[in-house]
T-cell receptor, first 110, second 114 residues
Framework: AQRVTQPEKLLSVFKGAPVELKCNYSYSGSPELFWYVQYSRQRLQLLLR??SRESIKGFTADLNKGETSFHLKKPFAQEEDSAMYYCALSVNSGYSTLTFGKGTMLLVSP | GAGVSQTPSNKVTEKGKYVELRCDPISGHTALYWYRQSLGQGPEFLIYFQGTGAADDSGLPNDRFFAVRPEGSVSTLKIQRTERGDSAVYLC????????????FGEGSRLTVL
């Protein structure tokens, strides 16, 4: 069965510092990887997906199949980035029964 | 409304009681998902509907849990003989079939079993 591991429960940085939220997965095939974000008092929403290869709100994530990782990075953190971040994996083509990690709380201080 | 709507937002019940949680997906979204999120955990998949049928119910923990979507829109998650371990936030999400991976979540129904 597939699994997603986010080793950090909490990541605390200062505004302007670089950020890397770690995500590792276990799956023998070719999964799709996603990052979802939940801001305070808001609903869970998609941040980015690896197949899009896009930067959203300054965040990027590269799928490394050799290391089975999909770390989320941003060069300069902003206070509004403070949120709960979930890495998720889908192994089904055509629909998305996502397997989520436990999440990492990012706290950006002024 | 524009987003996924879930009711009730909060439900407190006693052990052994029956509970229904409702989800109204985004209009036009054919896929509907139920997830459960316990404290300190990520969302855990329960069941997926494509139209009216449950295409994948492999995440339902036991036969006390059941979900329906009779007209391919609104869905109801039903929990019989609730147990304290059922306490969690139950999340509903919908997606457009062609945009696999982008789930639109509701705000969730927080269930507390005393």
């Amino acid at each position: 069965a597939q699994r997603v591991t986010q080793p950090e429960k909490l990541l605390s940085v200062f505004k302007g510092a670089p950020v890397e939220l770690k995500c590792n997965y276990s799956y023998s095939g070719s999964p799709e990887l996603f990052w979802y974000v939940q801001y305070s008092r808001q609903r869970l929403q998609l941040l980015l997906r690896h197949i899009s290869r896009e930067s959203i709100k300054g965040f990027t994530a590269d799928l490394n199949k050799g290391e089975t990782s999909f770390h989320l990075k941003k060069p300069f953190a902003q206070e509004e980035d403070s949120a709960m971040y979930y890495c998720a994996l889908s192994v089904n083509s055509g629909y998305s029964t996502l397997t989520f990690g436990k999440g990492t709380m990012l706290l950006v201080s002024p | 409304g524009a987003g996924v709507s879930q009711t009730p937002s909060n439900k407190v019940t006693e052990k052994g009681k029956y509970v229904e949680l409702r989800c109204d997906p985004i209009s036009g979204h054919t896929a509907l998902y139920w997830y459960r999120q316990s404290l300190g955990q990520g969302p855990e998949f329960l069941i997926y509907f494509q139209g009216t049928g449950a295409a994948d119910d492999s995440g339902l923990p036991n036969d006390r849990f059941f979900a329906v979507r009779p007209e391919g829109s609104v869905s109801t998650l039903k929990i019989q003989r609730t147990e304290r371990g059922d306490s969690a936030v139950y999340l509903c999400a919908s997606s457009h079939y062609l945009l696999s991976g982008e789930l639109f979540f509701g705000e969730g129904s927080r269930l507390t079993v005393l």
